[in-house]
T-cell receptor, first 116, second 115 residues
Framework: DGGITQSPKYLFRKEGQNVTLSCEQN?????MYWYRQDPGQGLRLIYY???????QKGDIAEGYSVSREKKESFPLTVTSAQKNPTAFYLC???????????????FGPGTRLTVT | AQSVTQLGSHVSVSEGALVLLRCNYS??????LFWYVQYPNQGLQLLLK??????LVKGINGFEAEFKKSETSFHLTKPSAHMSDAAEYFC?????????????FGEGTQLTVNP
C-alpha cells in the first residue's frame, strides 16, 4: 500500500540535543511538507519542498533544518536552537503544488517529540 | 494573504443529531478548500475538497460541504452524527495567492458526540 511513514511514533530527548525525525513516502509525490501541531492550535508549516534538492522555509522554520536528497525522503532535524521543541510533528506530501490544481496533501501518522 | 476561520473550537452534539462545523475563508481569488479529520494521536485524513467543479461537495463518512462564494463559507455538515465522528476537524485553503505549494489551516474544531 502506498503511503507516508514517520518514525519513530514517540521520541524522547534531553534538552540541548539535536534530533532527526524521519519521513518517507512511496506515493511518487513531488512535494513534501513538515508541520508542527501544539494542543489547541492548528497546524503550522515548518518547511516544504516542491522538488528534490530544493526546499523553502515555512512560518516557523527557526531552530529546524531539512534536506531533500531523494524524492521519497524529507527528514526534519530539530536543533538545540529550537526553544520549545516538544510537540506533535506531522509530515505530508502532495502530487504537486496544491495552488496549481487543488491537489490535496496526504499525511503521515506523526511523531510526538518530548524534550526534557 | 489567504486565511480560514473556524467558528467554535468545540462543538458538542448528540448521537443522531445534525453536525455543522463552520469555516469561513478569506481570499481575493477563487480558492481551493479542504476539510480534514484527525483522530487522537494520528495524522490528518482528507474528508473532502472543493476545486470549483461543484459547489456541493460530498466526502467520506457521510460528510458534505457547500461552497458559498457570497458568504465566503465552506461549512461541513453531516445529517446524523455517529459516535465514531468524535475527532478534530480542520478546514484549509490554498490558491494562487498562496506562496509556494502550501495549505493554510484553521485552528480546528473538536467535535464531541454524546450518546
Amino acid at each position: 500500500d502506498g503511503g507516508i511513514t514517520q518514525s519513530p511514533k514517540y521520541l524522547f530527548r534531553k534538552e540541548g540535543q539535536n534530533v532527526t525525525l524521519s519521513c518517507e513516502q512511496n506515493l511518487n509525490h513531488d512535494a513534501m511538507y513538515w508541520y508542527r501541531q501544539d494542543p489547541g492550535q492548528g497546524l503550522r508549516l515548518i518547511y516544504y519542498s516542491q522538488i528534490v534538492n530544493d526546499f523553502q522555509k515555512g512560518d516557523i522554520a527557526e531552530g529546524y533544518s531539512v534536506s531533500r536528497e531523494k524524492k521519497e525522503s524529507f527528514p526534519l532535524t530539530v536543533t538545540s536552537a529550537q526553544k520549545n521543541p516538544t510537540a506533535f510533528y506531522l509530515c505530508a506530501s502532495s502530487k504537486g503544488p496544491p495552488a496549481n490544481l487543488g491537489y490535496e496533501q496526504y499525511f503521515g501518522p506523526g511523531t510526538r517529540l518530548t524534550v526534557t | 494573504a489567504q486565511s480560514v476561520t473556524q467558528l467554535g473550537s468545540h462543538v458538542s452534539v448528540s448521537e443522531g443529531a445534525l453536525v455543522l462545523l463552520r469555516c469561513n475563508y478569506s481570499s481575493s481569488v477563487p480558492p481551493y478548500l479542504f476539510w480534514y479529520v484527525q483522530y487522537p494521536n494520528q495524522g490528518l485524513q482528507l474528508l473532502l475538497k472543493y476545486t470549483s467543479a461543484a459547489t456541493l461537495v460530498k466526502g467520506i463518512n457521510g460528510f458534505e460541504a457547500e461552497f458559498k462564494k457570497s458568504e465566503t463559507s465552506f461549512h461541513l455538515t453531516k445529517p446524523s452524527a455517529h459516535m465514531s465522528d468524535a475527532a478534530e476537524y480542520f478546514c484549509a485553503v490554498s490558491g494562487w495567492e498562496t506562496s509556494g505549494s502550501r495549505l493554510t489551516f484553521g485552528e480546528g474544531t473538536q467535535l464531541t458526540v454524546n450518546p
